[in-house]
């Protein structure tokens, strides 16, 4: 057994390439729509922004609606991810406090109203991006 086989199949330098610039591409797009304003980002100013021919961009996303929409499950899963950890958080204070075992319906409430009021004061681009009905990909 080669060492190969004990740690898998490794990706190809090519995709990791691809991953990074298609990476690079989404946090162009993402400054360019905290700037401007999702209206406001264009293809033709994400590709001036980036040094690429907008027909580069679309190797990568087949529209703009595609690029939001990855954008917006991007910001989606952080979204996610953060909200857990409020709850946990919520659940070890509930703990330490001795209430209840399980949160009381209004304690998550409030907890998840923080949450999105913090939300859209720390990270307003995003709050806003999460805001808009999810594009269309097709």
């Known amino acids: 057994m080669d060492i190969a086989d004990k740690i898998g199949e490794r990706p190809s330098r090519k995709k990791v390439d691809r991953e990074a610039r298609r990476q690079r591409i989404l946090d162009a797009a993402f400054l360019l729509i905290e700037a401007k304003g999702v209206h406001g980002m264009s293809l033709h ?72 009021e913090a939300h859209s004061r720390v990270l307003p681009a995003h709050f806003r991006l999460s805001s808009l009905v999810m594009a269309e990909t097709d």
């Open 45 to 116: 100013q994400l590709a001036k922004h980036l040094g690429y021919t907008v027909g580069a961009l679309y190797r990568y996303f087949s529209s703009k609606d595609a690029l939001i929409a990855e954008l917006q499950s991007s910001s989606r899963e952080t979204r996610g991810a953060a909200m857990g950890l409020v709850i946990a958080k919520g659940r070890e204070f509930a703990e330490a406090e001795s209430m209840e075992s399980r949160l009381s319906p209004l304690f998550l409430m409030r907890l998840l109203v923080d949450f999105y």
